[in-house]
């Protein structure tokens, strides 16, 4: 798995937390950076490619070879072994993992965090978390009640969109300095303030 250093480097995060403290000045919003390398362990899709092997390997060999049925079993064996040390790959098994599926797994993993993390713990509700799930190639805002009875969802789907652009090329860095200036634009169009204390810290939390 990749480890936090190499998803961003110390200068990355430093800018990123830089960009944070410009965005919210003007706003009463509070945003969150969060990168994660995966939203999930997806163990079971490789074990049911194992267990898909064991089923259907022994076939093939009754029908078009001489082996025993101790030398089946056994070729068996091997084969669901090697699949399952196959699959140790956690690219494979994001792979192997319907995209659908990919995507409701990384939606509740930022949900999740959202509230890990206390974003609803702001004066007026108004944290914003910036999530991404490099594995499964996902973005998200997600915005407490504060940000959500004045911004649509809607209005972040142009940020999400180039956030993973940037991300595909690899620029995650850049994509999210980028992010973070354009919903600060949003935040202090909508939700003008002058902020006092700062509620939480500006900074990237990686999650490898």
């Not at 390997?57 to 009754?62: A, E, Q, S, V």
């Not at 940020?159 to 995650?172: P, Q, S, Y």
């Amino acid at each position: 798995m990749t480890g936090s250093a190499t998803i961003l480097s110390a200068a990355e995060r430093e800018r990123i937390a830089a960009a944070i403290g410009r965005a919210e000045t003007g706003t009463s919003g509070e945003i969150v950076v969060l990168v994660a390398a995966s939203a999930g362990l997806y163990r079971s899709p490789g074990l049911a490619l194992a267990l898909a092997v064991a089923l259907a390997l022994p076939w093939p060999l009754i029908l078009l070879t001489d082996l025993g049925a101790g030398e089946i079993a056994l070729t068996q064996a091997v084969a669901v072994l090697a699949t399952l040390l196959l699959t140790l790959n956690e690219r494979l098994r994001v792979a192997l993992t319907p995209r659908h599926w990919q995507r409701e797994r990384a939606h509740a993993a930022a949900r999740r965090e959202f509230f890990a993390h206390g974003l609803t713990g702001t004066r007026g509700r108004t944290g914003v978390l910036i999530y991404v799930s490099l594995a499964e190639r996902y973005a998200e805002i997600v915005a407490d009640k504060g940000v959500r009875v004045r911004i649509a969802d809607a209005q972040w789907r142009t940020i999400v969109a180039d956030l993973l652009g940037a991300a595909g090329r690899d620029a995650l860095g850049d994509g999210l300095v980028a992010a973070v200036e354009q919903v600060g634009t949003v935040l202090k169009a909508e939700l003008p303030g002058t902020r006092g204390d700062n509620q939480l810290p500006n900074r990237v939390i990686v999650l490898d």
